[in-house]
Each structure stands twice: as structure tokens, then as C-alpha cells.
């Protein structure tokens, strides 16, 4: 059986779909930064391995050129790309997106 903790940073089906759905324009999902709609995934904005939680207002569709920079990029070119998804996630979610609610917290 997983752990609590394991569950909580899983990307469920449903969520998936939801960002996938929520990251569209026109009804095509796309690229979040760069308008792609060729090779996406969702990426964690908190990653997993700093306990970032598998909810939507965590999750970002990129494409595999933006997911590869957002992961591994030079530290600046990375941390304006956190800045971009930031400044997503408020315009989609409004004042109630708080970074801290992103991660795991062991009860």
C-alpha cells in the first residue's frame, strides 16, 4: 500500500485531465509558456522531490522543450520560467493560490 505521502505527490488520471483541460486555448491543450501543442506533459511547479502535492494549482503543461529548461535549465533562465508559471497560476486562481498549500505537510 502507498504512503500517504506517495499519494499526495502522484499525479492522478483525473487531475491530468484537468489541467490538460485548463492549460487549452481554443480547445487544443498547448504549451502553458510557449503555446506548443506538440509533446506535452505536466510538470510540477513544486517538484516532487521537495514534497510538491500532485494538485492542479501545482501542475503546469509543458512542452518537452519547456519542461526540459524548467528542470534543467541555467538557474536564471529557470527561475524566470518559475516567475512566468507563478504570475499563470495567480491570474488563474486569484488571491486563493498560495504557494504553501503546494507542498506535503506531514500531519
Excluded at 27 to 53: D, E, F, K, N, W
Excluded at 91 to 107: A, F, Q, T, V
Aim: proline share 2%.
Amino acid at each position: 500500500m502507498a504512503s500517504k505521502r506517495t499519494i499526495e505527490l502522484d499525479i492522478s488520471p483525473d487531475v491530468r485531465a484537468a489541467v490538460y483541460s485548463r492549460d487549452s486555448w481554443e480547445g487544443a491543450t498547448c504549451c502553458a509558456l510557449c503555446g506548443s501543442p506538440r509533446m506535452l506533459s505536466v510538470a510540477h511547479y513544486i517538484a516532487r522531490s521537495q514534497s510538491g502535492r500532485g494538485i492542479e494549482q501545482n501542475l503546469i503543461t509543458l512542452c518537452l522543450g519547456c519542461h526540459a529548461m524548467f528542470d534543467h535549465g541555467r538557474a536564471e533562465e529557470r527561475e524566470r520560467m518559475k516567475f512566468k508559471v507563478k504570475e499563470y497560476f495567480i491570474w488563474r486562481y486569484g488571491d486563493s493560490w498560495r504557494e504553501e498549500d503546494l507542498r506535503y505537510k506531514r500531519e
